[in-house]
């Protein structure tokens, strides 16, 4: 049996996320034909396209998935992976639902899959997939800046978006919004500043937040706050590299990485930029001189002790059969997906909290609202006020020096005159939506005794939200 085929058969994505809306649902008292839509996948399109590769023609199979249309467009990224298989979509696509409700971000989940292992191809040959997969939505009507707007995912990046929109402009000539069909391209293709990193800058505000509730951490004995606590990393790719450098800003330390070579660990912490030349010199984490211990089997890294694990890879990571070996005591979801709801139930029964995906990982989502913006109003945030800002506060600052005749130094100065550049702006809205979505998450677990997790919590808001979008569209009494 193939490992992809070997892998669907033993995990049901699409059902472990119905499970968990099924469990949240207890607490709604939405009709049950409305649940039933809700968690439905609304469209699903699965086809495939030949390719030229060498001197010989390769068939590629892909999907792109809408789960809900109770809000337009739906979002999600699209994912280059010789895993990927429909119910790993499907799944994906409700997940973003969720995710894009939690977090007030006013879109219908989508996910897309292309089945390749993109080392096998070469950057022609890559962008010929991607063209031709453009092409293929385009011919559905499965892509466009008011109907499905595609993202960066897992094998995916700026590249890939920059050629999915050149492809959509190519066949939608004089479309004012046509940059609007597809996030996370360059700057230069009207991007957005701090994109790239908004998934893994989410996940820290997501710990940090967290971590700041005293009464929480006291109930799991630690204290209140990121300052000192222990964290293992799965993932150095975008999540998890940029997860872990915020943490350690906010005062976190990092002692374990795991990584599909093997697993490295520290009690005392670990330097992340130096394993990142490591690796870069060695090809591996592995061989890392200052680490205490090293795991050629990634999955021991996962089992070390740490206060928080932040899973930033890929789904199904930590199960019924390693749940009882995680010593962490704050489980920080930055993949989709890695913690099955067997291992989760366990988890929660052991007073152990799991702030989940659909909210940790919402920074990415988020910030493409933020982009999706700035495309549809042809113009960068900040551009119009910067300067005014600038000027209202120099004039303010100039009265109080005259008033009171106090001085301040030229740097003092610049410090308070300045005005918010797009990037600034953008990480403010992202730390906001993060703030503020946790703690209207764990306003709703701590207010209704039989919800235990945050998950819960998170999916009866998200459920209550979508539910009231389909009721306003005049579709359920």
Known sequence: MAQSDKRKSEFHFFDDVCSFVDKAAQFTSHDKGLLSQIK??????????????????????????????????????????????????????????????IVNVPFGGAKGGIKINTRNYTTAELENITRRYTVELIKKNFIGPG???????????????????DTYMTMNP????????????????????????????????????CVSVSEDMKALGLTAGLEGKRMIVQGLGNVGLNAAKYLMEF???????????GAVYHPDGLDLFEILEHRKSSGSILGYKKAKKEFKNPAEGLEQVCD??????????????NIERIKAKIIVEG????????????????????????????????????EW???????????????????????ILNTIENATGMSLSQQQRAII???????????????????????????????????TDLRTAAFVLAIDKIATSYMNMGIWP
């Open 40 to 101: 439905a996948c609304n469209s699903v399109y699965r086809f495939q396209f030949p390719i030229r590769k060498g001197n010989s023609f390769e068939i590629i199979h892909a999907w792109r998935v809408e789960h809900s249309h109770h809000m337009m467009p739906t979002k999600g990224g699209i994912r280059y992976s010789d895993m990927v298989n429909e119910d790993e979509v499907m799944a994906l696509a409700a997940l973003m639902t969720y995710k894009c409700a």
């Open 147 to 165: 109907i499905d707007v595609p993202a960066p995912d897992y094998g995916s990046g700026e590249r890939e978006m920059a050629w999915i929109a």
């Open 174 to 209: 004089g479309s004012l919004d046509a940059l609007g069909c597809v996030t996370g391209k360059p700057l230069a293709l009207h991007g957005i500043g701090g994109r790239k990193e908004a998934t893994g800058r989410g996940v820290a505000f997501a710990a940090r937040e």
């Open 251 to 261: 005062g976190a330390i990092l002692v374990g990485i795991c990584e599909y070579e």
């Open 308 to 321: 928080i694990l932040i899973p930033a890879a890929l789904e199904n990571q930590i199960t019924a059969e």
């Open 335 to 370: 993949a989709n997906g890695p913690t099955t709801p067997q291992a989760a139930a366990y988890f929660i029964e052991k007073g152990g909290i799991i702030v989940p995906d659909m909210y940790a990982n919402a920074g990415g989502v988020t910030v493409s609202y933020f």
């Open 373 to 395: 913006l700035k495309n549809l109003s042809h113009v960068a945030f900040g551009r119009m006020d910067r300067r005014y800002d600038e000027n209202a506060n120099l004039n």
């Open 417 to 451: 005159v300045k005005g918010a550049s797009e990037l600034e702006l953008v990480n403010s809205g992202l730390e906001d939506t993060m703030v503020r979505s946790y703690h209207e998450i764990r306003e709703k677990m701590v207010t209704n005794p039989k919800i």
